[in-house]
């Protein structure tokens, strides 16, 4: 189990009169190799939870364990922990600084006290992993597309070889032809590797396309954790706190209601293809 969180609560201003509560008596358990979506609406906690997830920041109150330490204790050693959680903020190629693509893929491994050879070894696998051709390695970051900054940027992330990498909004800014490259290349990824990922986003259709499960952030808390079918399925509990579910669940329940008989709850274009088909042959 490498990531537990045991009643952590954030408050930001503490002790101030500013205080505001960010995290809320948070408990959750997030396995090896399972892909988590997270969602919810600005201010609701996402972020804040996330960079408590590799140390970034320190709760008020409870404990974050990683493979069974706790990562707030004395002697944990911080800079170990972010080599095994990578985080990718949002627009990450706004990290990138180095001459060329493959140099900055290299910081990170020389960082960790490698040398230059086995840096470049992980710099290479890497790239490969995020599916950039060589022919960029060595062109400038500022140089190359927004969807290459980007794959270059989790590359820089993947070459620290970590256990759990988490992105926030990792598609941001991008066209829709962008989106769902980096998108399939991350759930590729996934499956080769074993990695846990953490995606965070904004895009119901992102997260019904791709993760295992899904966890609602809300005030702070877990409003609801379960698989895409199941979150999904609370369309009015999403509603009320400003979130949807994706555009197709909507579509299907609009063709329900219009006498086809379909299951409302499938989330994503191939299931609704294929329900909308069977129940066109079945009507004759």
Not at 138 to 167: C, D, H
Not at 186 to 191: A, G, H, M, P, S
Not at 231 to 240: A, I, N
Request: proline fraction near 4%; hydrophobic fraction near 40%; aromatic fraction near 6%.
């Amino acid at each position: 189990m490498p990531i537990v969180l045991d009643h952590v609560s954030y408050v930001y201003e503490a002790d101030t009169p500013l205080a505001r509560k960010a995290l809320d008596d948070i408990c959750l358990e997030i396995p090896d190799g399972q892909f988590v979506g997270v969602i919810g609406h600005t201010g609701s906690g996402k972020s804040t939870l996330m960079q408590h997830l590799n140390g970034l920041m320190k709760a008020t109150s409870g404990h974050v364990y990683f493979n069974g330490e706790d990562i707030d204790g004395e002697k944990y050693d911080k800079k170990k922990l972010r080599s095994r959680v990578g985080l990718v903020f949002q627009y990450p190629e706004h990290q990138l600084f180095e001459i060329d693509v493959f140099t900055d893929v290299c910081f990170g491994p020389k960082n960790l006290g490698l040398t230059q050879e086995e840096a470049e070894a992980r710099a290479r696998e890497a790239l490969e992993l995020v599916g950039l051709p060589e022919e960029v390695y060595r062109q400038s970051p500022f140089e190359i597309s927004g969807g290459q900054k980007r794959r270059a940027a989790i590359a820089g992330v993947l070459a620290m070889k970590p256990q759990v990498l988490i992105l926030d909004e990792p598609t941001a800014g991008l066209d829709p032809k962008g989106r769902d490259e980096i998108l399939q290349q991350i759930k590729r990824l996934q499956t080769q590797t074993g990695l846990t990922i953490l995606l965070v986003s904004h895009s119901m259709e992102d997260v019904a396309e791709y993760v295992d499960r899904i966890l609602v952030m809300n005030d702070g808390r877990i409003m609801l954790d379960g698989t895409p079918k199941e979150v999904f399925g609370h369309v009015e509990e999403l509603e009320r706190v400003g979130l949807a579910a994706p555009q197709v669940t909507y579509i299907m329940r609009a063709l329900k209601k219009k006498g086809l008989e379909v299951d409302v709850d499938v989330i994503t274009i191939r299931e609704a293809t294929e329900e909308i088909l069977k129940a066109l042959q079945d009507r004759g």
